[in-house]
């Protein structure tokens, strides 16, 4: 009987030792951390981690290199253990390590006038930077941390985003109306597929066979009568057309809808926002888009990592970052901070 009650004992003992330590791990997979750049000309580079909130530097890029940023920052993308950190009015991009903030290089555009809009990475060697004030796009050898500009490629006006699938380079012309597809095996521009009145966003799906451009319409960028904002749903395989639909919902009329970003999930959503909504469409086959959520939400960012859609919400003062549940479409948590920022990157 002594036995058996000993047995009981320690059986129990592991049970709760067992329940305690999946509670730790459960704990710690919550915990992570994005930066924010304040909305400024010298702005500071916030690390923030959740879900509490807490600021752990508000300015990471002055602690690690001694220096403020020299501009105002447009944009954030994640490579290979590196962070590119755009700024346009200077004519060049940051780039830092991703664990300890430290400057690698500086990618300089100056002595040609180009501003950097976005950038993409078709292999481990070589980044394609669109310039939006131009009509080229530029290669950056990053191999064995060169950071230099190896050539440039003619291509449309305003080429204001880009996006790889494989070798293929997609190029949004905004003010040509047209997207350039690069073949980085070549470096050369080999085919021009007219799409609808100026592309300015451009994403590609889960598994690389389709590459989906958010056209703005006319009158949204400029003067004169306004045309529908309209998604095109191109084919990699063969760069063809598949499908054009008209960015709308309910009382969000395309005519009035300005599209000012996409993201697409890893089930094939994307998610268009808009001045009032954010909007969603299958990435592969089109069809009339619903709405996901209402309010003025900018930034929208897919992170791959937790499986979560993320939205900025700027309340000026302060913003809102939203992290939407991809699979219910619902809202999971809402982090809300006083600071005005201008852009986001989960980490």
């Known amino acids: 009987m002594k036995k058996l009650y000993l047995i009981l ?13 999946e509670k730790l791990i ?36 002055l602690s690690s290199n001694g220096e403020q940023l020299s501009g105002r920052v447009t944009k954030m993308v994640r490579f290979r253990g590196l962070i590119y950190l755009f700024i346009p009015s200077k004519y060049k991009i940051e780039v830092v390590n991703d664990t300890n903030f430290k400057r690698v290089a500086t990618i300089d555009f100056s002595s040609t006038g180009r501003e950097p809009s976005d950038i993409c990475f078709p292999n481990a060697t070589d980044a394609y930077v669109a310039h939006g004030n131009d009509t080229s796009v530029s290669i950056v050898d990053i191999h064995d941390s060169l950071f230099r500009v190896a050539r440039s490629i003619k291509v449309g006006v305003h080429p204001v985003a880009i996006a790889c699938s494989g070798n293929q380079i997609f190029v949004a012309n905004q003010k040509s109306n047209t997207v350039s597809l690069i073949d980085s095996r070549n470096h050369e521009e080999v085919a021009v597929i007219q799409v609808q ?14 590459v989906v451009v958010i056209s703005l319409g006319a009158g949204k960028i400029d003067s004169g009568s306004k045309s529908p904002a309209k998604a095109t749903i191109i084919n990699v395989s063969n760069h063809t057309i598949y499908k054009t639909e008209e960015i709308s919902y309910d009382i969000y009329s395309a005519v009035n809808q300005i599209p000012n970003g996409i ?15 954010v ?25 791959f990592m937790r499986n979560q859609l993320i939205l900025l919400k700027d309340n000026n003062p302060g913003f809102e970052l939203y992290v939407i549940d991809p699979n219910n479409e619902t809202v999971k948590n809402v982090y809300r901070f006083t600071t005005n920022v201008n852009c986001f990157l989960p980490l």
């Open 9 to 21: 004992l320690i059986t129990s003992f592991v049970l709760i030792s067992c329940r305690n330590e």
């Open 26 to 61: 459960d704990n710690t997979k919550l915990t992570w951390n994005f930066l924010a750049v304040t909305d400024s000309d010298t702005p500071a580079l916030m690390l923030i981690e959740l879900p509490d909130g807490t600021i752990i530097n508000n300015d990471i890029f």
């Open 197 to 210: 009145t100026a592309p300015s966003y451009i994403d590609v799906n889960y598994d690389g066979t389709k």
């Open 263 to 277: 993201a697409i999930s890893d089930i094939d959503r994307a998610y268009m926002s808009c001045q009032e909504n």
């Open 279 to 303: 909007l969603s469409m299958d990435a592969n086959f089109g069809g009339k888009p619903y709405l996901t959520i209402s309010g003025k939400f900018t930034n929208p960012y897919f992170d």
